[in-house]
Structures are given as C-alpha cells and as structure tokens.
C-alpha cells in the first residue's frame, strides 16, 4: 500500500494549499481592502503555480501504476479511482494550452465587464472568438483522452457520468411542457394581489435574519460564517464553510433567500465525509447535485407555503414589524411570482429552465461547431421568443452577453443549474414518502429532512457515481417527472 | 545579473507564500470559528514545509556565491545581503534541532496555559529545561557562525547589530535613576485626584472611537482594517495590515490605547519602501525599531497632555457624554498613571522598563550559562524587590512564569520593549527640534510628524542598519538620555 498512500498524502497536500486557496479567496471578496488587491493576487498565483506543479509532477504517473496493483480494500479503490480522476483532469492539457485560455480568457472577461453595459457584441465577439477556438481544442483533446463527444467532455468536468444524450432527451421533455406552463401560471396569477414591501429594511436587521434562518436550516455556526460580498457565493472548506451575501434596503428578500440557497450549498459541504477530508471522493459529487442542496432549501423548502408560515414570523420580528406585506400568504406570493424575462439570475423557479435550455442548446452546438459565434445572437433571440415569449433583438447586454460563465470558457455548466433543479424535486418527492413533511415543517421541525439529506447524499461525497447516487436515494436514475409534478402543484393546484 | 534575479524571484516567492501564512493567521485569530481550527493548522504547517523547502534548497548556496560575483548596484549589494543574512537565518540550524525546538516548545507552552493558573513551578520547570537546553544549543551554532556571544547572537534574531555589551551599559544607566525616579512619581501622583470612568462603554461606540483615533492618525484604510481578536496584534502584509484589538466594556482605554499602539505599528508596515516589496531588505528594520512607533503613537503622542485634549473631545462625541471623568485632564491622569505591579503588559510607561531589564538579566545569563532554571524565582524575586520594591516570594503565577516568551523558547526578545520605548523618545525629541510638536498636535494636524517617520524611518526599510538609521535621523546613535528627559519631563515637571 506504499504508493496509495504516497498519493494519499499527496492528494491531501494539494487539498491543503487548496484550504488557503479558498480562505484568502474568501478574504478578498469579503474582507480585503481595495489597495491589497495587486499583492494578493500575485501571492495567490504564487501558490498556484506551486500547486499545478504538485498536481503535475512527473512521479505521479508511476505512482497510479503501482498503486493499480497494490492491494487495496474496496473503499481504497473507490479513493483510488476518483484520485485517478482528478490528477487526469489536471494533467489532460497541454500547459501552453492552458496558459493560452488563461490569457484569453482573462482577456475576454474583463473587457466583457465593459462592453456588456455597452451593449457592444462587435467588440465582445472579437474576444469570444478565440476563447471558443480554444475550449474547441479543449474539447477535442479531452474527447480523445475519455471517449466522449466534445461537448460531453467539457459538460463532464462538472457533471461526471451525465451525457447530451441524456440531456437532449430530458430537456425536450421539459420543453414540451414548460411554455405552455408558463403561460397558465402567467394566467393564473394575473389576478393575484400582492402587497408590496414598505421599505426600507436596515441592514443590521435583515443580518439578523439571515442568521436566524441560517439557524433554522441547522447551518453549523462552529464550521462556518456568513458574511458580506458583491457577489454571493459559498466558499471556505468543509470544516469552515464561508458564505456570503449582499443587502439591498429596498428589499430583503433578496439576501434572505440568497442566503437560505447558499445555506443548501454550505449543509452540503459541512456533511460531506469527514473519513474522506482532503480527499477527492470525500468531495461533492457534481455541480448538479451541489445545486440540489441549495435548490432543495431555497426552492423545494423556503420558498413553499408552509415555509412561508415558518419565515412570517421571523420576518415580522426581525423588522418589528406586522405590516400586511409581511404576512405568510404575501411572501409566498412573492416567493412563488413568475414573470418571463431576460435575465437568468433574477428568473423564478418555473422560467429558470428555459434559460438554461437555451444555453446548453447553443453551448453544445458551439463546441461541437454546428454553429458560429457570430450566430449565437440570432438562435438567442429566436429560442428566448420560442421558449420564455420575449425577444433580444438588438439587445446583447440582456442577451446572450449577459453571463459570465463563456468569457472564461466554462461551457458544459449551465445544465447543472436544471439538473440541481430536479434532483431537488426527485430528493423532496422520496423524502415526501418516508415522512410527513408538511407536518414536519410546520413544526419548524427540519431535523428529520436534513438527516435524510446527510445519510443519502451529503455522507457519500463521491463515492458514488452520481446515478448510482440518486438511484441508491430514490430508488431511480434522474427522473424530470418529479420536477414537472412539483412546478404544476406548486405553481397550478395553489 | 542573473543570480541575483534568481535570488530576488525566490525571495518574492517565499514572501508571497508568507503573505498568504500571514492572511489565514489573521482569520485563525480574527475570524474562524472553533471548528475550522484543526484543518487549519493542517494547511498552515503545509505551507511552512513548502516554504521551509524553499528557504534551505540546496543550489541557494550557489546561487549566492555566484550572486556575490556579479556586477550589481550598490542598492542590489544592499539588497543581496539582507537575503544573504535571511538565507543564513533560516538555514543555521540543523533540521533536527529545529524539530526539537519545536515539539519542546509547543509541549512547554501548551503546558503552561494551565500550570500558569495553577501557580505550578515545579510542574513548568521541568518543561522549560529542555527549552533552555534547546536554546542553549541554538545559540552556540549561532555563536559560532556570527561570532558573537552566545546570548547576542540570539539578540541579533531580533535586534541585528545590537550586543549586551551596550545593553548593559545603556540598562545600568536606567537603573541608575528609575527606581528612584518611580518613587518620586508615586509620591507626586498620591496626591492627584483621578475620577474614575462611569462604564460601561457599548462595544459599537468603542469601535467606533478606535476608527476615528487611527484616523486621526493616519491609518491607510485603503491597505488595511481593524478587527477583534483575543489577543491584539498587528498582522497581514505592508499592502494590507491588519491590526485587532478586544473590547472591556468597563473600560474603554485599554482597547483605545491599545488601537493606537498597533495603529504605529501598521504605520510603519504601510509606510514601508514599495520598490523593495517581497523583499528582506523592505522590511522593518527591527523587533526594537517596530516597537518604536507603536510607542510613538502610543507613548510619545497618544498618552501626553496635548493629545488628550484631541482625545477628550472624540471619547465624549462617541460615547455621547460629558461626564467630568471624560475631561481631557481626567484622561491625561488616567493615561499616564504610575504604580509598580507584578504584570509586565499591563505595567505603565515608567514601571515597565524595569520588567525588562529584569528579564534581561535573567535570560542572558540562563543562556550564557551562568545560572540554572532552577536559580529563576529567587533571581526574579530579588530584582523584583530591587526594581519595584514588590515581592513575588512563592506567586510564579504572577511571577517568572507570566511571559509567554520563553515557553517556546524565545529568548533574545525582551529588550527589544525597551529599546523601542527610548528610539520613540529620541525620534520625538529630534522631531520637536525640528518643528512646533506642540502646535502641530494642538491643532490636531500630526501630519508633518508622520512624515517625519516616513521619511527617516518607514521608508528606510532594512537599508541601513539600526545604528545608521537612528544616526541618519536623529544624529547619533542610541542615547537612551532622551528617555530619561521624557519621563522626567512628563511625570515630575507637569
Ligand atoms: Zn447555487
Ligand atoms: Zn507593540
């Protein structure tokens, strides 16, 4: 067993440095002063140039060839495997390769942060080109290295095992259905009174809320922190996860329920495996199922009825305020409002979908080079009148540059907003069956639920792929029916 | 040149991954919750290996020889030799040494966090010999490569070029007049009537005084940020400092006080030569230079009778009182309050040098030799006697076992307290001659003295040596005659 663990303890170093990675890159977006910024970077390029050498080093092929014949117990293996996955994914490019999508990519975002509010496609498209060209390389070489399509090889950094086939095959489903039931809720709703919120909502207090909710979704204060940054998100390690969130005094609910999603993200992290720490298979299986954590407390918990009934009060105290606005029938219409539009991070639950649909569609097509960057505005415009009603004619910034993600070349991610979407339902829909939720949540009482959570997903960390994970869980591979019969109760049957 | 780049790239590498050391310490202390400390220090000590590595690679030896040979600029032989010394630093002592050092110093400590409280001499003695053993050794390597005495060579760790040869002169002097001069000063104060503070002081308002006070001096919030943490300190790097402090809520002064001590220090970490980033030869000059300037602030500006009135104002304004024991007379009194005690942190300007000439001796003397651990108490008693005419017969808590400084075995240390306080009395005095002090900080405009520091002080970094430094900026070196005036001036002439 002398190589396993050499790689053992290498995998853990590496994992180490990643630790510091994470808490300095957590200070610079939460804590670090603007005058700290050029230093920090070049401490932090500093310490990856330090860890991509570790990752790449030389030693480690001969190392996974006399590990492979060592004797190892079941368990070691399945460490063995996803140690073997990583140190492919990050050997896999050639180095001039990934220097050159770094430049360009770099390129690319930040001159995007201006010409997005410019509305200038022209000039956007001149930096997207070269960063298509080289995920196309990517996809190429990772294609040869794994047998996959092209497309497949990118959308499997993030989603191991999940094909386009089976997302051509889901997401026709869920187009089949979810225009038509769009336009219902739309109807639906247009007689719906909802009370608007009287501002403003100070800060401190909207903290405090956050921090209460946080408590109630059982977010473990002694591994972890809330914080402020521009831009949410849930970083640290799992024995210290950080989240963040931003406070708008105009409305709380914005924070409130960005920080019950990243509440999701955080319980993942803080359950995973601790026999795994510093481990690859003691990490989160796939981005999809990262999100169905989140997805599971915001959209399948936080933003249902009964939870409305949960938040009222806590609401009302936390602003000392019984205003109308406040009440639990309110907030869960607004908690539940559709509207179609342009941008995919304000969309709501039901319209999300078809933002993502319409980027995988023109994602995929890209890398497999069906399609051109310069045609990407047109099949934009024409999916976002098929699917959500509207069009982006002319309109780049709320258009198809509205993102991020493609400056810096990640494609193959936007599926893992939807499947985390639907893994949520498919997890809430079994957990339906073993207990009785709605009393359970109407007791404040959602120990039992995140039990189910820990024991069925958070405690696997990787050690399963992620079918057999979800199949393990809920007795079947992805199943979008779960999905669909939760926006149409949800959203038709209220 | 080509060594000599080599060489400064290394150092900026090591310096970086210091940087990122520095930033996760800061959240260690400042900001983690319990739960993250174990897989914290995990990737700290990954990062000393690494850096560890660096700093003893085998080829530096050559590459300094080769460096030496090579056309430089005298600012670049400046530069080369303060790596030269640093590499020399790190490299003296042999791996296993260093390792027992450190089992025996973290055992020693970790005992002592209890023994301390439980006045157990006995049980702390026989952990702190094989530290002095330890230290011993390290200080005949040191002896050898520097030739110098055993004990300065521990000295110059933290004081380079400084010897007990001068030590001791300059100490006899001070004890030549101190007792005398705290005898005078608490038969002039039995008299004083000081109002004690009406508490207690709300956390926030104290927080916001301690931002208003490093305003008022100078603080860089661009390149720095104030926290709390159980023990203050100064940490973070040049382009981003990060000072903490921890709030009494029944006295507001010490964490005041104390804000502004850390405020001088990070004055000097801000003001630091930028060309020399990365660099030892940016760094601070000193452990005693760096103490300087925080007693500067402290000491020489922050507790004399001008400054209160600058004080009083603001401490009114934040804690929205005019209670008499808020006058400025009131808090000059309170500020600078003399009364010989037993604790060394808590001791006042004029009771304090004689803790550390006491520790001195003792130190000096335990590692020449001349005395055993076993001779610490009653030496400790006799001079506390001596000293401050207070006993500390059978009360180790209180006593020799207070510090934590030699617990782990960091000898050397002590002086640098002292020498701090006289360098800041020498500045000041050479600033006065130079420009109105008293109008300047009646008027509350400090700037001119800060750039005073900038100039002769910060911006120096370790381009000369101590000696050069005070000589270029004040005309001569060390006299410790200007802190005789100061004390003299400030607590019998007022
Ligand atoms: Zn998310
Ligand atoms: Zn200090």
Partial sequence: MCYYNKLDRHAKKLSRLGHLNAICGWDQAAMMPNGGAQARSEAMAELAVISHELATADYLEDWFKQAEAEDLTPEQRVSLDALKRQWMMQNILPADLVEQQSLAGSQCEHAWRTQRKQNDW???????????????????????????????????????????????????????????????????????????????????????????????????????????????????????????????????????????????????????????????????????????????????????????????????????????????ENLRLINTRVKPGFIRVDADEVTYPAHVILRYEIERDLIEGKIEVDDIPTIWDQKMTQYLGISTQGNFTDGCMQDIHWTDGSFGYFPSYTLGAMYAAQFMATINQQMDVELLVGQGNLTPIFEWLQTHIWNKGSTLSTDKLVEQATGETLNPEYFKQHLMKRYLNN
């Fill in 122 to 328: 022209e000039g956007f498209k001149a930096n997207l080109k070269p960063v298509v060209e080289l995920a196309r390389k990517e996809a190429s070489i990772r294609a040869q290295a794994t047998g996959l399509s092209r497309y497949d090889a990118l959308l499997d950094i993030y989603e191991p095992g999940m094909t386009s086939a089976v997302l051509d095959r889901i997401f026709a489903e869920v187009k089949s259905w979810l225009p038509q039931l769009i336009q219902q809720v739309e109807a639906k709703q247009a007689t719906e009174i909802v009370l608007p919120l009287s501002t403003p909502f100070v800060i401190e207090q909207q903290q405090a809320l956050s921090l209460e909710a946080m408590k109630l979704l059982g977010f473990d204060f002694e591994h972890g922190r809330l914080d402020i940054s521009t831009h949410p998100f849930c970083g640290g390690v799992p024995t210290d996860v950080r989240i963040t969130t931003r406070y708008d005094e105009s409305d709380f609910t914005s924070a409130l329920m960005g920080v019950i999603h990243e509440t999701g993200h955080a319980r993942y992290e803080q359950g995973l495996p601790q026999q795994w720490r510093d481990l690859p298979v003691g990490e989160a299986r796939s981005m999809g199922i990262h999100e169905s954590q989140s997805l599971f407390c915001e959209m399948q918990l936080a933003r249902s009825s009964l939870f409305s009934h949960l938040l009222s009060p806590m609401i009302q105290k936390a602003f000392n305020s019984t205003d109308a606005s406040l009440s639990a």
